[in-house]
Structure formats: C-alpha cells, structure tokens
C-alpha cells in the first residue's frame, strides 16, 4: 500500500493517538524513504492492548510478556515496543527516524539490511539539507 492508503487505513481505525505509533515498513513510507509496504505494524500502549484484547482480538503472549495482536490479516500491533520516541508526520503518531534505524538494526534480518541502508542514506539526505 501506498502513503495515501496507509494513512486511510490508519485513520479508519481511529485510535487514540497517544496509544500507537507506526513502525518498520509503514513507517518509511510515511517519511518517504520507500513508495509501499505490505502491511502495517504499530505498537501500541499498554491500555490499547488491553482494550483490543478485551475486544476480542487475536492476542499472542510475547517472550517478554508482551502482546501481539493481530487486528486485521495485514495490520499487527505489538504492545510497548517502541525505540526512541514518537513523532507526527502527516498527523500519524510514527516512531522517530532514529528509533526507525535501531529498531532495524535491532531485528537485524536480511530483508532488513537494505532498509537500515536506505534510512542511513534518508537521514544523511536530511541532515546536509538542514546544514543548507
């Protein structure tokens, strides 16, 4: 999905939005480090977890205690797992580039390496565009 179809399905879910924030792929997309994702990813506060898995709403227990719930085929949000902080881009609660890059770097799988590189290029893009 593209960006004007991410933020669609985002604001259809009309989530507090001081309980979630977009994360890996839906993430880029919003800065416009990538044109699409396949699916979005959010995590999410403790609260909204509770909420959604009082819901009804697909819950799986984390190793650490934490929840993934899955809320459609092609959205996860996953409870407290958060790099950094939170910034709005286009409205949307979205964790930080600098969070974005950890958290890749975190996760750390091959599909992963070739975003870590295209963040480290965006943020260096930005940064001499700031110095200008």
Request: proline content about 1%.
């Amino acid at each position: 999905m593209n960006k004007t179809e991410l933020i669609c399905r985002l604001k259809k879910m009309d989530f507090d939005k001081n309980e979630y924030w977009l994360i890996t792929g839906g993430a880029m997309v919003l800065y416009g480090i990538k044109e699409e994702t396949g699916d979005i990813d959010l995590g999410c506060s403790k609260r909204l977890a509770d909420e959604l898995e009082k819901q009804g709403y697909k819950t799986t227990r984390m190793s650490d205690g934490t929840r993934r719930i899955e809320v459609e085929s092609d959205i996860e949000i996953f409870e407290d797992w958060l790099f950094d902080k939170v910034e709005l881009v286009e409205n949307i609660p979205v964790i930080s580039l600098a969070g974005l890059l950890a958290m890749k770097k975190d996760l750390s799988r091959e599909k992963d390496y070739a975003d870590i590189k295209r963040i480290e290029a965006f943020i260096r893009e930005k940064d001499l565009k700031s110095i200008k």
